[in-house]
């Protein structure tokens, strides 16, 4: 039995193979059914890993890691029966912070408030430091999916903070990446050579298992001013986004629109209550003068588009970052949530924008009869927009949504009962939609089994990958059915 050979090298109190344990851990939030994984182990070491993923596939097993299990697009679910998923969170130590060389080496289990709270508290940060979902994400899931939130809009994705990767690959064998493959090297800067890095960046899990990152880290800001702007529409919203965004010195600006604001407004931000739609800044600086030079000129370009609001959103989602797991993991009556997400060039933001909303006017109807809830969120990552419309409707919420939740709502909400109606249409739209994105273009984070890939890349862009996959993962045993890939 794999699972005996497994407690063999993590220890018999690190597997997981009871039905209801190996059903919890191999399904996502993304309503759509999985092959139940055949054992669940949680590594502690890169050692124990490369010896989990050797056995395991010298017995022919897939593997799978799983890193927080906050993705909603099949990544981490299990592309065949008899898998073994990899829990990584006890891989969960910050292993140097070196502020003379400016990186952080992490485990691939460590979380986003952890990693923050640990590089903070001797003056730096990761430049893009984490998802809205920091609390349970981890730096190997996000490093998997590539994600984008806090730190953004200056810096980037995730990838554009990782120097170099330790991962291993099928069968067994580890490598290291970057200025870190050097034998006599340290993970100080990303290209030694070709970018293996980038290989292993946004695979969803592909190409193999991440066991530690390296990740450059910036001072801590001494000064950050949030900065708020209510705008007359849509339009002018992502016009006013990506305008700030071209400064380069905001560090997030991101979107909401009447639904959110409403939200918000019930939560205490009263000055919200009428605002449509709204643009959030928060400008950082090495001291005082800096941060508010570079405010006013994100506040002189928001004077243009619209007026200018009390800025305490922004400045609140940054005293807790990773505080809003509940509030944006379900509506306020806890509604399910189901975002889906695009990434466009500027050149194409309007267009995007529009086919959403014509989309959702052509079903109205339809909307309007099950209930379903919308959200049209944005932000700016570098210069690139992304949109992110979500469906919210009420359904059974689940173990894992329920786990997560302040205990006044438990117990009311789970009792929600399943509307499998309302999930088949609002599932529907949101797979409709995906394809709208794709036909202009989009690019998406957390690729998974779910979004579109292999029939939107150019065919000789899919055989290049699939020959690499092949030379990597002869078997095809590391997360089959990932990006698309048996
Ligand atoms: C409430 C909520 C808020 C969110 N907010 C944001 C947001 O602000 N920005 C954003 O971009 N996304 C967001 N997300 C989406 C999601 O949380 C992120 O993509 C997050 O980075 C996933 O990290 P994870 O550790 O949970 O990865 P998982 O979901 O566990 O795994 C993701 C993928 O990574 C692979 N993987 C995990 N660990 C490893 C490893 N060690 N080696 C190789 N592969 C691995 C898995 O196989 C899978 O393919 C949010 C989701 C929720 C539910």
Partial sequence: MIADTLAGIVGAEHVVSDDAGRAFYSNDLSFTPVDIAAVVVAPGSTEEVAEIVRVANEAGHSVVARGGGMSYTRTFVPGRPNAVLLDMRRMNKVVEVNTDDMYVIAEAGVTWEQLYLETSGVGVRTPYWGPLSGRYAT??????????????????????????????????????????????????????????????????????????????????????????????????????????????????????????????????????????????????????????????????????????????????????????????????????????????????????????????????????????????????????????????????????RLEKIEKEYADEWAKIPADLETREVALRMRKELAAIFDSLGAVHLQIGKWYEFQSQVEPAYADALLALKRALDPNGLINPGSLGIE
């Fill in 139 to 400: 730096v190997g899931g996000t490093i998997s999916n590539n994600s984008v939130f806090f730190g953004s809009t200056k810096y980037g994705s995730t990838a554009d903070s990782v120097l170099g990767l330790e991962v291993v690959l099928a069968g067994g064998k580890t490598i290291r990446t970057g200025s870190w493959a050097h034998r006599n090297g340290t993970p100080f800067t990303r290209y030694y050579g070709p970018d293996l890095s980038g290989l292993f960046i946004a695979d969803t899990g592909a190409l193999g298992i991440k066991t530690r990152a390296s990740l450059k880290v910036v001072p801590m800001p001494a000064a950050s001013v949030g900065l708020a702007f209510s705008v007359p529409s849509f339009d002018v919203s992502n016009e006013l986004l990506l305008d700030i965004a071209r400064t380069g010195l905001a560090t997030e600006a991101y979107g909401f629109d009447p639904l959110y604001n409403g939200v918000f407004a019930d939560l205490g931000f009263a000055f919200l209550r009428g605002v449509e739609w709204s643009i959030f800044a928060v400008v950082d600086g090495a001291d005082d003068a800096t941060a508010e030079a570079a405010a006013d000129v994100v506040r002189a370009i928001g004077l243009r588009h619209g007026v200018e609001i009390d800025p305490s959103v922004p400045m609140a989602v940054r005293a807790d970052p990773f505080g809003a797991v509940r509030s944006v993991l379900m509506g306020p009556q806890g509604e399910v949530w189901m975002p889906i997400h695009g990434i466009f060039p500027r050149s194409k933001a309007k267009t995007a924008a529009d086919a959403c909303v014509a989309y959702f006017a052509q079903n109205d109807d339809l909307i309007k009869k099950h209930n379903i809830k919308l959200s049209l969120l944005t932000l700016a990552s570098g210069t690139d927009f992304i949109f992110e419309p979500s469906f919210y409707w009420t359904d059974e919420l689940g173990e894992f």
